[in-house]
């Protein structure tokens, strides 16, 4: 379930009680790592087992997900990104991001607000919007009735059968990958209604992310970091769709004048279980190490 060495606890950051997993080499550089939408910290298993030869790996769970109890605050990008700045502060800064889609997000909004903490950062086909916007902010309103609807699902057993179907069915579409994590594990997490209200909260969230970044890009730039963007092109659909998947990356990637993409023509978004040579590479790219994580 867990790799060797780890060292998991729940911590207090930023008003939040938040699940950590740290594993790798004691005393390595550290790696704060972050997952998409509704992930858990054992879908990075894979990479960190590569990681944690030369690396420090730091990942957690948002509040609501994975092993993290339930949030105090609705999904925001201000909160998220509080909740990575005291984990990098906890962890020895500056160290390097990975953050995986919607992590993305708060990956880039850290580096913004507090980039003494931030020395590189690997985005892991991350989230981008061309035009951001939220006209109606209506998240943290309906955010209490997803719990509830989390807390009904629980109640009646659904989210129990629901919540691990609804996995492999995601996982069916983003990864070639068989699951790596045992089927009670994931049914110990999936099946949490908190974690299927969670889901659905950070769902409502994510255009209002979007929106708040773009303004926080007008206001704080990017700092001049090391930074390697991972394109995932296996699972979008239409050579349309995927040019502009891949132009939306290259601008990310050309946020700081040491930034490069690197597109993955067959590989699915979920890259930390398909793909954990390409995301060592990046990493030993950003950090300096090539050569060390073979």
């Known amino acids: 379930m867990i790799p060797a060495h780890t060292s998991p606890r729940v911590v207090n ?3 939040e009680q938040v ?28 990479t960190v087992e590569v990681l944690g030869r030369t690396h420090r790996t730091i990942t957690f769970d948002r509040p609501g997900l994975g092993l993290s109890p339930a949030a105090q605050a609705p999904p925001s990008l201000r909160r998220d ?6 984990l990098a502060r ?5 160290l390097t991001v990975l953050a995986h889609s919607m992590a993305g997000l708060h990956a880039e909004a850290l580096a913004r607000l507090h980039p003494e903490l931030v020395g590189g950062m690997v985005l892991v086909d991350p989230s981008y919007e061309d035009e951001p916007r939220s006209a109606v902010r209506v998240s943290a309103a309906l955010s209490p009735l997803c719990s509830a609807l989390g807390t009904a699902l629980e109640v009646t057993r659904i989210a129990r059968l629901g919540g691990p179907a609804g996995r492999r069915l995601v996982l069916g579409f983003t990864s070639d990958r068989d699951d790596t994590v045992p089927p009670e594990v994931a049914r110990r997490v999936y099946g949490r209604g908190t974690v299927i209200g969670t889901i659905l909260a950070e769902e409502l969230a ?14 704080r730039p990017f700092p001049p970091i090391p930074l390697v963007v991972l394109t995932a092109l296996g699972d ?59």
């Open 90 to 94: 906890e962890s020895g800064p500056p």
């Open 19 to 46: 699940h950590v997993v740290e594993t790798g080499r004691p005393g390595g550089p550290p790696l704060l790592i972050g997952s998409g939408l509704g992930g858990a910290w054992f879908d990075w298993d894979p």
């Open 206 to 219: 994510y255009r209002e992310m979007t929106a708040d970044l773009a303004a926080l890009r007008e206001r």
């Open 13 to 15: 950051v930023a008003g």
């Open 236 to 294: 979008v659909r239409g050579a349309d769709r995927a040019r502009e998947w891949a132009r939306g990356h290259r601008r990310l990637a050309a946020m700081s004048p040491y930034g490069r993409q690197v597109e993955l023509a067959d590989a699915k978004h979920m890259l930390q279980l398909d793909r954990p040579d390409a995301i060592a590479d990046a990493v030993a790219e950003v950090t300096g190490t090539a050569g060390a994580t073979g």
């Open 81 to 86: 990104t509080a909740i990575m700045a005291g």
